[in-house]
């Protein structure tokens, strides 16, 4: 199986930014496209964005295309998310979550939390308006 840990969380004023760490142990890394979500308070989870395994693949929700930034580096098993010009709709907990697979299946395919076969347990972000 796979372990993944959220940090990097927290409070921050509109405009600021953050950074969000996702580390993953247990299988092979680079086997899996990574994914973050997040859920606001009496909202359904949405998706922010999604990895492909090489890192050459990026796709983004549109509420976060220009602002948001998803990375990984295999060689620490981890993958990131850089967030700036942050806004208070932006406040929610944030999710990432690893699909397993050799074939990328398409931006569509992961942007459906179906899509994944691991969670991680949330990271809070709070931007103050």
């Known amino acids: 199986q796979v372990q993944l840990v959220e940090s990097g969380g927290g409070l921050v004023q509109t405009g600021g930014s953050l950074r969000l760490s996702c580390a993953a142990s247990?299988?092979?890394?680079?086997?899996?496209?990574m994914g973050w979500f997040r859920q606001a308070p009496g909202k359904d989870r949405e998706f922010v964005a999604v990895?492909?395994?090489?890192?050459?693949?990026?796709y983004y929700a549109d509420s976060v295309k220009g602002r948001f930034t998803i990375s990984r580096d295999n060689a620490k098993n981890t993958v990131y998310l850089q967030m700036n010009s942050l806004k208070p709709e932006d406040t929610a907990v944030y999710y990432c979550?690893?699909?397993?697979?050799?074939?990328?299946?398409?931006?569509?395919?992961?942007?459906?939390?179906?899509?994944?076969?691991?969670w991680g347990q949330g990271t809070q972000v709070t931007v103050s308006s």
């Open positions: 979550a690893a699909a397993f697979g050799t074939v990328y299946r398409g931006n569509y395919y992961y942007t459906k939390g179906s899509a994944y076969d691991f």
């Open positions: 247990g299988r092979t890394f680079s086997s899996y496209g």
């Open positions: 990895i492909s395994w090489s890192g050459r693949t990026t």
